[in-house]
């Protein structure tokens, strides 16, 4: 079993930074796919950014060059550096992680409790 537990949410001004991160505990090793999910007010759940097991990382199109996930040497902490916040950002973020490759959004096997992040003036 893997627990992921999610810290970092807030409320933000547009344009303005914020960094998620998420403590991973448990049978780390057996996971292949980490990465980060959210799910916008009236939206459903969509994967935003991963780290795959070979090491490079995918993004959602709307948020490639924005935002930038990555993840501590040994595992325990997978964090999403969010620059450049706009009102459509404003979700609930779930850290996620999957026991597969490349896995689809319900192949994620574990997911955190969600931490709201809400952009606004």
């Known amino acids: 079993q893997v627990q992921l537990v999610e810290s970092g949410g807030g409320l933000v001004n547009p344009g303005g930074t914020l960094r998620l991160s998420c403590v991973v505990s448990?049978?780390?090793?057996?996971?292949?796919?980490v990465g980060w999910a959210r799910q916008g007010p009236g939206n459903r759940r969509e994967p935003i950014a991963a780290?795959?097991?070979?090491?490079?990382?995918s993004y959602l199109d709307s948020v490639r060059g924005r935002f930038t996930i990555s993840r501590s040497a040994a595992k325990t902490s997978i964090y999403l550096q969010m620059n450049r916040l706009t009102l459509e950002d404003t979700a609930v973020y779930y850290c996620?992680?999957?026991?597969?490759?490349?896995?689809?959004?319900?192949?994620?096997?574990?997911w955190g409790q969600g931490a709201q992040v809400t952009v606004s003036s």
């Open positions: 448990g049978n780390i090793d057996s996971l292949k796919t």
């Open positions: 780290i795959n097991s070979d090491g490079s990382n």
């Open positions: 996620i992680a999957a026991r597969r490759e490349y896995p689809t959004l319900s192949q994620y096997d574990y």
